[in-house]
């Protein structure tokens, strides 16, 4: 015999809903956040540690930490997105399935 599975209201499964919203969002704060510190303890060392008038020119090369803040940013801007957007996977998926719920209850 197996266990009964309790069933979900629609109040408990949108509150299901907001709390992976909250969760979605708060990971991407702390890593935004994270992402804010070390990149600015990388330009740092980079303008530290950059003599002013090395035999390269200025014009000619890329700091090097703009690999780490472009790249991580990108990656960073899509998890913002995720959380924040009206287009993440959790709520189309909502959409759709109330969608096909309405066709469905159409159809009888």
């Known amino acids: 015999m197996q266990p009964l599975r ?15 919203i909250a969760k979605a969002r708060t990971k991407f704060q702390g890593h935004l956040l994270t992402y804010l ?10 303008a ?3 003599r002013p008038f090395e035999t390269h ?6 700091p ?14 899509a998890q913002g997105l995720a959380a924040y ?11 759709e399935y109330e969608r096909l719920r309405a066709k469905a209850d159409y159809e009888l």
């Open 85 to 95: 957007g009206s287009l993440n996977r959790g709520e189309r998926t909502q959409r």
């Open 57 to 62: 020119h200025h014009h000619d090369y890329l």
């Open 48 to 50: 530290f540690t950059t």
């Open 6 to 20: 309790p069933t979900l209201t629609p109040d408990a499964t949108r509150d299901q809903r907001l709390w992976q």
């Open 64 to 77: 090097w930490p703009i690999w780490s803040t472009v790249f991580w940013g990108v990656g960073v801007a």
């Open 37 to 46: 510190i070390v990149n600015a303890g990388l330009w740092l060392l980079w």
